[in-house]
């Protein structure tokens, strides 16, 4: 018989505050057009590294699933200036 997993759903109430745990890692977020944000951490020592990804498995687990959120966390760092526009031609 198939187990039943109970996965923890993020509201969209929390959405400001998943970003401001995000940047506080020391990685980026950003939202890339209107319909897709992406995570950002190539300025981090590893060491560094180390400590963010502990940080980001925490803000997983405390948040718990969001892909059904991405268009509000997207609309939401749109509106906090987090966004980068891309081209036509894919160049931003």
């Known amino acids: 018989m198939a187990q039943s997993i109970k996965t923890k759903l993020m509201k969209a109430s929390e959405i400001p505050a998943f970003v401001d745990e995000i940047v506080k890692t020391g990685c980026d977020i950003c939202a890339v057009g209107h319909d897709k944000y992406v995570l950002g951490d190539f300025?981090?020592?590893?060491?560094?590294?180390?400590?963010?990804?502990?940080?980001?498995?925490?803000?997983?687990?405390?948040?718990?699933?969001?892909?059904?959120?991405?268009?509000?966390?997207?609309?939401?760092?749109?509106?906090?200036?987090r966004y980068v526009d891309v081209g036509a031609d894919g160049a931003a």
């Not at 060491?47 to 502990?54: F, G, L, T």
Request: hydrophobic content about 35%; aromatic content about 10%.
């Open 43 to 81: 300025d981090l020592s590893p060491a560094h590294y180390k400590k963010a990804r502990r940080e980001l498995d925490r803000i997983e687990e405390t948040y718990g699933d969001r892909d059904f959120l991405k268009l509000e966390i997207v609309a939401y760092l749109r509106s906090i200036g």
